[in-house]
């Protein structure tokens, strides 16, 4: 089982910066899961906005936030990291993480030409609530 608990919202302003964080509680390895993060606003669909493979390597991330969102993880602490610079206020929404169960999707992958989908992913955060004000 994975329980994901993100954290690190809040309200800013255009132009600064943010950092999340998404740790792990969990009873198998944490390097074995690769990770996601999703956002969604109000009225709208979750939309993946970056992955991470299980060993760090490799990311990916939708275009709207290439070059401002940096995706990071420390495995010996179980945590996954968004770190988002010159944010937007369309980048407002809550900011889900999201774990693999590679028991369950045995072909994962997260590359340079792919990011995966919602329905790639087994365990969910609660979310956190970023609002960037103009």
């Known amino acids: 089982q994975v329980q994901l608990a993100e954290s690190g919202g809040g309200l800013v302003q255009a132009g600064d910066s943010l950092r999340l964080s998404c740790t792990a509680s969990?009873?198998?390895?944490?390097?074995?899961?690769?990770m996601g993060w999703f956002r969604q606003a109000p009225g709208t669909e979750r939309e993946g906005v970056s992955c991470?493979?299980?060993?760090?390597?490799?990311?990916n991330y939708v275009d709207f936030v290439k070059g401002r969102f940096t995706v990071s993880r420390d495995n010996a602490k179980n945590t996954v990291y968004l770190q988002m610079n010159s944010l937007k206020p369309e980048d407002t929404g809550v900011y889900y993480c999201?774990?693999?169960?590679?028991?369950?999707?045995?072909?994962?992958?997260?590359?340079?030409?792919?990011?995966?989908?919602?329905?790639?992913?087994?365990?969910w955060g609660q979310g956190t609530q970023v609002t960037v004000s103009s």
């Open positions: 999201a774990a693999v169960d590679p028991d369950v999707v045995s072909n994962y992958r997260c590359s340079s030409a792919i990011l995966p989908g919602a329905g790639r992913y087994e365990y």
């Open positions: 969990i009873t198998t390895s944490f390097s074995s899961h690769g």
């Open positions: 991470i493979g299980s060993s760090g390597y490799v990311t």
